[in-house]
């Protein structure tokens, strides 16, 4: 599994200082939050309840884009599409309310593993990579970010992710299914065309639709290149206990499992909690061929 992983969370009281449109149906959320909340890693998510009256009961899981500190405060950034009661909820909310946060919360991308990092988006799983990419100019480390979705009007963050990696030299590569935006093809067309081009050994770090990290994990493991990918899944409670957020262990993985060496709140030898030992996982914890 990723090594990346805060034990420590805490629920406070959020502020929105930030809160726009950045279309393609997608909005930008800045949450300010006190200043000693554990810092978040790439990968990382937090829980969001949003106040009374709301449609929702359960809080909404939320992928960090982005973090910083402002005069003795933390900064979350947030990028989300408003498709649901509980997200078209939040995009309502004006700068000034106040909700809760849980968080951070879950394993994120081990930033620092040896090797060329490679960040692989496809569509709004551009969000943590924002993240990452962010982290790893700040750590010195140029990055190669590619990036694909549908079409050209789903490359969500395009500007911002040109942003972060130019604080660092990184590269930027895009493709579409349509071809209306850089290379026709899946991001695995662009991954395995420029492979070959990039100073090895490879580290992929990725996150989009389960089929697209299905192919990146395969991918991986065909070529002997660690992939780390983030996960998603309904989480109603964010920490394990719910039992909710299954995901399938590959046969490795349950052929390993220790019941006794195993935390109570992770999942059993058959299934892996997305919340606790997620959201990220490397391409050989999962049965890609059970994953929905």
């Not at 997608?26 to 890693?41: I, K, M, N, Q, S």
């Not at 996150?207 to 002997?224: N, T």
Request: aromatic share 6%.
């Amino acid at each position: 599994m990723s090594a990346t992983i805060t034990s420590t969370w805490r629920q406070v009281a959020a502020r929105v200082v930030r809160h726009e449109d950045w279309g393609g149906g997608h909005r930008w959320l800045d949450l300010e939050v006190p200043g000693d909340l554990p810092a978040p890693a790439a990968g990382q998510f937090v829980q969001l309840l949003l106040p009374p009256p709301n449609p929702v009961l359960l809080p909404r899981p939320m992928s960090i884009a982005g973090a910083r500190r402002a005069r003795g405060r933390a900064v979350l950034g947030f990028l989300y599409a408003p498709v649901g009661a509980g997200t078209k909820a939040l995009a309502a909310l004006p700068v000034g309310a106040e909700l809760e946060l849980l968080g951070p919360l879950g394993r994120g991308y081990p930033l620092e593993a040896p090797g060329t990092p490679l960040l692989l988006a496809g569509g709004r799983g551009v969000a943590p990579l924002l993240f990452a990419a962010d982290a790893l100019a700040r750590a010195g480390r140029r990055s190669t970010f590619l990036f694909g979705a549908r079409t050209a009007a789903q490359l969500v963050g395009l500007a911002e992710a040109r942003a972060r990696l130019a604080r660092n030299g990184g590269r930027l590569h895009l493709c579409t299914d349509d071809g209306s935006r850089g290379r026709r093809g899946t991001v695995v067309d662009l991954l395995e065309a420029l492979a070959p081009r990039l100073a090895g050994p490879l580290v992929i770090h990725a996150c989009g639709p389960h089929g697209m990290l299905a192919a990146v994990a395969r991918w991986g493991l065909a070529h002997g290149v660690p992939a780390h990918l983030a996960m998603e899944s309904v989480m109603a409670c964010g920490t394990g206990v719910c039992r909710g957020c299954p995901l399938p262990r590959s046969a490795e993985r349950r052929a390993a499992f220790d019941p006794a060496a195993t935390p109570s709140l992770y999942g059993n030898r058959e299934y892996a909690m997305c919340c606790t030992e997620g959201p990220v996982f490397e391409a050989h914890d999962l049965d890609w061929e059970r994953v929905e």
